[in-house]
C-alpha cells in the first residue's frame, strides 16, 4: 500500500490522549485505523438505510412471530450441522 503524507490539524488535547494510549510513534497507525472504522460504520449505515423497509411481513408470512423465526432457525441450523457432518466424513 502506497502511503502519503498529509497534514491534520487536530485540538492538542485529542492529540495528547491519542499519543498516551496509541503512543507517539504510532500516531499514524492509530488515525488509520480509527479513520478505516468510522469509513466501516459509515457504509454500514447507508447499506441499513437503503436497505431499509425492503422485509415485509406480507412477503414472508412464514416468519411473522418469534416462534417462526425459532423454527425457521433451527431447520437452517439442523441443515448446516448435517451438512458440515456429511463434509467431515468424507474428508
Do not use: C, Q
Not at 17 to 35: K, Q
Not at 47 to 58: M, V, Y
Not at 59 to 70: I, K
Not at 73 to 80: D, Q
Amino acid at each position: 500500500m502506497r502511503l502519503l503524507r498529509t497534514n491534520v490539524m487536530l485540538p492538542r488535547e485529542l492529540l495528547e490522549h491519542i499519543d498516551r494510549v496509541a503512543g507517539a510513534r504510532r500516531r499514524s497507525a492509530f488515525l488509520a485505523e480509527a479513520a478505516r472504522e468510522k469509513l466501516a460504520r459509515l457504509r454500514f449505515r447507508r447499506a441499513a438505510a437503503r436497505a431499509f423497509g425492503s422485509w415485509t411481513d406480507a412477503a414472508h408470512p412464514e416468519l411473522r412471530t418469534d416462534a417462526d423465526m425459532e423454527r425457521y432457525l433451527r431447520r437452517l441450523r439442523a441443515t448446516t450441522n448435517r451438512r458440515v457432518r456429511r463434509s467431515i466424513r468424507r474428508g
